[in-house]
């Protein structure tokens, strides 16, 4: 959440609003670890996440959250939120308390619908005519120049809405390294190719 959210949250808040509490042991681990730092401030006490934190964040999401789980549900309701208010109108809106620190490749200036386009043109480079399954493999590597977080939240999309299939392949042992490296995980699972409908 304070990845996403790019910004300091109080206790309370991530509590109240996103379902998450942070006992003093776990937050304890947090800081010991060095993936958050709290502060108290104005009586209340504060969350940041440092740059480490971001990068095992970005992997734990990776590796898949259970939805059923407490972070699961709050990253749905991100999701969700994310969907009805453009990160651009959230950004402009809502003063973040310190500027975000990042070590994650910076966001493509493109817009989802832009990366919608790019992503039909590369799978027509791949192949010719809709619903031919075309591997994760070979998309990607028309799509290098766009974030990765940002062509797996346009792949998700497209999905949700039913204008593409993401599946898993029927044999795994059949997979090169950089098959499993170009997967797009959702859920818990990853997923190695993809197609558009009509």
Do not use: C
């Not at 996403?4 to 681990?29: F, I, S, V, Y």
């Not at 709290?38 to 964040?57: C, F, H, N, V």
């Not at 973040?96 to 910076?106: E, I, N, Q, W």
């Not at 990607?140 to 204008?163: F, K, N, P, S, Y």
């Amino acid at each position: 959440m304070l990845r996403e959210l790019g910004t300091a949250l109080p206790h309370k808040e991530l509590k109240a609003e996103w379902g998450l509490e942070l006992d003093a042991k776990n937050r304890a681990g947090l800081v010991d670890a060095k993936l958050i730092e709290s502060e108290t401030k104005t009586r209340a006490l504060w969350y940041a996440i440092t740059p480490a934190g971001e990068d095992r964040a970005v992997e734990e999401v990776r590796k898949g959250i259970p939805v059923s789980s407490r972070s699961g549900k709050a990253l749905a309701l991100l999701y969700l939120r994310s969907l009805l208010v453009s990160k651009t109108a959230t950004s402009a809106i809502d003063e973040p308390v310190r500027a975000p620190v990042t070590t994650v490749s910076p966001v493509s200036p493109v817009s989802p619908e832009e990366v919608e386009g790019r992503i039909r043109k590369a799978y027509a480079k791949i192949t010719p005519g809709a619903g031919r399954w075309v591997s994760m493999t070979k998309l990607r590597a028309l799509l290098t120049d766009i974030d990765r977080d940002l062509q797996d939240d346009v792949l998700r999309t497209m999905m949700l809405e039913g204008r593409a299939d993401i599946e898993p392949v029927a044999i795994v042992g059949d997979l090169r390294p950089e098959d499993h490296a170009a997967a797009i995980v959702i859920g818990s699972t990853p997923n190695h190719q993809f197609r558009v409908g009509a």
